[in-house]
Nanobody, 122 residues
């Protein structure tokens, strides 16, 4: 069973940084590729980043390339999203999710966390 809990969200000024964490309390974390998605008010959920089971492969949305970094620690059952140079348009609820393989399509993710709010504002 995969149980994902996100943390690390908050209020940050434009240009600032945040690191989101997503911990899995189950025993099969390393068997899953992981991803981050976000949903802003009035918008559809969109892909942000994903990472393969061993961390060797990563994918990013064009809107966050060069600013965000996804990583994972399979010993700690945790995936991270380091967000730098934040912009107001990054404001959203951020969700982590688990998939059988690395992908950008939300339909391939079977397990989801509850989300954490990120607000970029001065």
């Amino acid at each position: 069973q995969v149980q994902l809990v996100e943390s690390g969200g908050g209020l940050v000024p434009p240009g600032g940084s945040l690191r989101l964490s997503c911990a899995d309390s189950g025993r099969s974390f390393s068997s899953y590729a992981m991803g981050w998605f976000r949903q802003a008010p009035g918008k559809e959920r969109e892909f942000v980043a994903s990472i393969s089971r061993n961390g060797a492969t990563t994918r990013y949305a064009d809107s966050v390339k060069g600013r965000f970094t996804i990583s994972r620690d399979n010993f700690k059952n945790t995936v991270y999203l380091q967000m730098n140079s934040l912009k107001s348009e990054d404001t959203a609820v951020y969700y982590c999710a688990a998939s059988a393989f690395v992908t950008t399509d939300s339909r391939n993710f079977n397990y989801w966390g509850q989300g954490t709010q990120v607000t970029v504002s001065s």
